[in-house]
């Protein structure tokens, strides 16, 4: 995923203000060194500058009491910034930076924190008489997570690192190019987990990677051919992955296309949470980990990284001028993951050295596939503008002993957008958003038993306390209800001035009041549904 964002406004200053009853935000812009003559010696630095604050837990005790009189326990915080000094001869020089900060806290039930902050710079040059594009980049980040559920037991991750990198690009004729680079990750990541049994899962690991990757385009007369390569060296692991890809597009004819991609990839990162929560919130991430167990489906286990072969077939189909379709069918085969051993009971240690890996070790080697097909349409036609996507699709999990589905297994999922413009200047706007999910599976709950905790044979049973013990049924055998909701918004634009406009919007959020499922307790079965029917109004000047 490449995301850029925009360079600040180099001829004046200009800027957003909006208020509505969640929160406020701010955006402004403009030149700090101008050029107002285009002197062909002289660059520009421009600023970026946006910050988005909540005040819904207070708010919400007056406009919101129907739902909460003690206030909605939703709140956040966004800091972003960016400087960018462009060259004369279009080389460009940019450095930005982020803070941004979520909280809920739902009292007697669970609290959820999530930080993030990073900082980075880009270089682009173009050199002289050469039609070429060099890019230096590097960035840093952090992110974490924390939750704090009625069993006091935090369950917390952490993951900061660098990237630095070196791409180069050069143009040929036919538009055709050629793309290579070198990478350089480094990153550590800090995972603290208890299982149901109370046995701490932790892992403090610093990872560093390499990655020297070269990728082409080749516009061969209704052929668009794109070879690449690239070649993954995971220092902390002392491991090598060659990664083969390639994706084509044939036109057949002005209106339909057809595409295909296939590719072999691999990762140091994983993506943990427990199988056995209800709605996951919590996800953590850590690097690959020496606590696997030495073999798999009675196979030795040869590598610590995570690899996938991709294979995607797609459709490109223009009907007319106003519609624009888009078909892909993919297949996705998970040669080897890596997963929290939710089955772990004993410490991996000399006193257990006679237990099997499976119910020791921190994490367990699994494989599995994922195959399905995503479907958008799009239709513009002067004030009327449609969008639908829809995903149909199947994963699956195999940890040597069940083949289940994630969590994350969803099998339909649609998004529909609408919006019409009307009014001699197109000031008028009503927006319909619907939203369409079946639901997630999750593991069900078969009984509760008293637990006991022994720390040795002269326990007293009649004097011990006991915990709640928890059956588990078939992993993620249950699915949970569907999620759907209906957003309506209208917006009326005022033209105060030629440089000053006024936007006025009333909203209605979850407009037939669906109870979809946010998070559930499963020791107390209490639910926390996501926000209710909320009107709002909000305000930006754009300047």
């Known amino acids: 995923m490449d995301i850029n964002l925009r360079d600040g406004n180099a001829k004046k200053f200009s800027g957003m203000i909006g208020l509505s009853t969640f929160g406020a935000n701010v955006l402004l812009e403009g030149p700090i060194i101008r050029n107002l003559n285009n002197d062909p010696n002289k660059g520009t630095l421009t600023f970026v500058l946006s910050a988005k604050n909540s005040y819904l837990p207070q708010s919400s005790k007056v406009f919101y009491k129907y739902i909460d009189e003690d206030g909605l326990p939703f709140d956040y915080q966004d800091f972003y910034g960016k400087i960018t000094y462009s060259m004369p001869n279009g080389s460009k020089l940019f450095v930005n930076g ?8 739902y009292s007697n039930i669970a609290d959820f924190k999530w930080k993030s902050n990073g900082v980075g710079s880009s270089f682009f040059i173009i050199p002289e008489g050469n039609l070429s594009l060099l890019n230096f980049r590097f ?11 009625p069993t006091n037991l ?13 791409n180069v690009t050069n143009y040929f004729q036919k538009n055709s190019q050629i793309n290579y680079g070198i990478e350089l990750y480094g990153y550590k990541t800090d995972f603290q987990y208890y299982t149901e049994a109370l046995r701490l899962i932790s892992q403090v690991e610093n990872t560093t990677e390499i990655g020297i990757f070269v990728k082409g385009k080749i516009f061969a007369k209704k052929f668009i051919i794109e070879p690449g390569f690239r070649f993954q060296y995971y220092g902390s692991l002392s491991e090598v992955s060659p990664e083969p890809r ?3 597009k044939y036109n057949l004819s002005e209106k339909f296309r057809i595409k295909f991609a296939a590719g072999l990839y691999s990762q140091n990162l994983i993506s943990a949470s427990d199988d056995r929560d209800v709605v996951n919130l919590f996800y953590g991430f850590l690097s690959g980990s020496d606590n696997l167990p030495d073999t798999y489906k009675d196979e030795p286990v040869n590598s610590r990284l995570q690899k ?5 077939l797609g459709f490109e189909i ?5 519609f624009a379709i888009n078909i892909e069918p993919y297949f996705k085969n998970f040669s080897i993951l890596q997963n929290l051993n939710r089955n772990k009971i004993y410490d991996d240690t000399e006193e257990y050295s006679d237990k099997p890996d499976e119910l020791k070790k921190d994490f367990i080697i699994e494989s599995g596939d994922a195959e399905g097909v995503d479907v958008s349409v799009k239709y513009e036609k002067k004030s009327i503008y449609i969008w639908i996507a829809y995903s149909f699709g199947f994963i699956h999990r195999d940890d040597g002993y069940t083949v289940y589905p994630p969590h994350y297994d969803r099998r339909h999922n649609l998004n529909f957008l609408s919006t019409y413009k009307w009014g001699n200047l197109n000031n008028n706007e009503v927006s319909l958003r619907w939203n369409f999910g079946s639901g997630f599976a999750f593991t069900q709950t078969a009984g509760y038993y ?11 049973i009649l004097s011990t306390n006991d915990f709640l013990g928890i059956l588990y049924g078939d992993i993620n055998n249950g699915r949970l209800p569907t ?3 209906l957003d309506l918004s209208y917006t009326h634009k005022f033209n105060i001035s030629e440089t000053v406009t006024l936007d006025a919007v009333a909203s209605i959020t979850n407009v037939y009041n669906r109870k979809n499922i946010f998070y559930i307790d499963r020791v107390t079965g209490e639910t926390v549904y996501q926000l209710p029917i909320m009107p709002s109004i909000s305000f930006s000047m754009r300047f």
Do not use: C, M, W
Not at 154 to 166: A, H, Q, R, T, V
Not at 308 to 312: D, R, V, W
Not at 318 to 322: E, R, S, V
């Open 246 to 248: 390639l994706a084509i």
């Open 154 to 166: 935090p369950k917390e991750s952490d993951i900061n690192g660098f990237n630095l990198g070196l």
């Open 308 to 312: 996938a072969q991709h294979i995607i």
């Open 98 to 105: 982020f803070n941004y900060n979520d909280h809920v806290k």
């Open 139 to 149: 960035s840093y980040s952090d992110y974490g997570i924390i939750l704090t559920d």
């Open 483 to 485: 999620y759907h909701r």
């Open 450 to 460: 008293p637990q006991a905790t022994f720390t040795n044979l002269s326990n007293d």
């Open 318 to 322: 223009n009907p007319n001028n106003y």
